[in-house]
């Protein structure tokens, strides 16, 4: 079975700090998807990033990186120079292969992220 | 584009009673899935539907059913509702259906049942 996990319950800094957001995953597909998401206080869940599992090149995306580990099974994700408004939680996620084809994610149970100033 | 809606954005039932909620995706997206978010249960596939087809089923009881129409809306139905039933229930379409396939989140519905 899949299973994505998030250790991280809430993260707390300041303004400015850098932050990273773990994320491992567990699965026996060999082709696989791994997504990010944000999700405001109004509960919306904003597409982040997806990732094929033959692409292990970190990508930056502004203030945004994620660093893929295949061998340690992870997907981390790093806020440089944080802001107020990345308060959020942070959802990572897993698409799987599915009999017949299908659209089926399982997600991480998320990082409460509260930046401060 | 208009992104993926939900309507309504808020709602109150008592238990026993159903509800039904509504989707429309993303212009062109024919893929719809539905998810429930529980402070509890975190997050979970409820079904997938695709080209007016239920592709997969999550592991939910036969009370939660649904459906999609030739135009891709999707209606999601929840009968004799319990307590238990309280959550965020979220919409996402994608273009295609397969794991391959961003999915894009609605504003969800927010379901309370007393």
């Known amino acids: 079975a899949q299973k994505v996990t998030q250790a991280q319950t809430e993260i707390s800094v300041v303004e400015k700090e850098d932050v990273t957001l773990d994320c491992v995953y567990e699965t026996r597909d060999t082709t696989y998807y791994l997504f990010w998401y944000k999700q405001p206080p109004s509960g919306e869940l904003v597409f982040l990033i997806r990732r094929n599992s033959f692409d292990e090149q970190n990508e930056i995306s502004g203030r945004y990186s994620w660093n893929f580990q295949k061998s340690t099974s992870s997907f981390n994700f790093t806020i440089t120079a944080s802001q107020v408004v990345d308060s959020a939680v942070y959802f990572c996620?897993?698409?799987?292969?599915?009999?017949?084809?299908?659209?089926?994610?399982?997600f991480g149970t998320g990082t409460q992220l509260k930046v401060e100033l | 584009k208009a992104g993926v809606t939900q309507t309504p954005r808020y709602l109150i039932k008592t238990r026993g009673q159903q509800v039904t909620l509504s989707c429309s995706p993303i212009s062109g997206h024919r893929s719809v899935s539905w998810y429930q978010q529980t402070p509890g249960q975190g997050l979970q596939f409820l079904f997938e539907?695709?080209?007016?087809?239920?592709?997969n089923k999550g592991n939910f009881p036969g009370r939660f059913s649904g459906r999609q129409f030739s135009n891709s809306r999707s209606e999601m139905n929840v009968s004799t509702l319990e307590l238990g039933d309280s959550a965020l229930y979220l919409c996402?379409?994608?273009?295609?259906?397969?794991?391959?396939?961003?999915?894009?989140f609605g504003p969800g519905t927010r379901l309370t049942v007393l």
């Open positions: 996620a897993l698409s799987e292969a599915l009999t017949g084809g299908g659209n089926k994610l399982t």
């Open positions: 996402a379409s994608s273009f295609t259906s397969g794991n391959r396939g961003e999915q894009f």
């Open positions: 539907y695709f080209s007016e087809t239920q592709r």
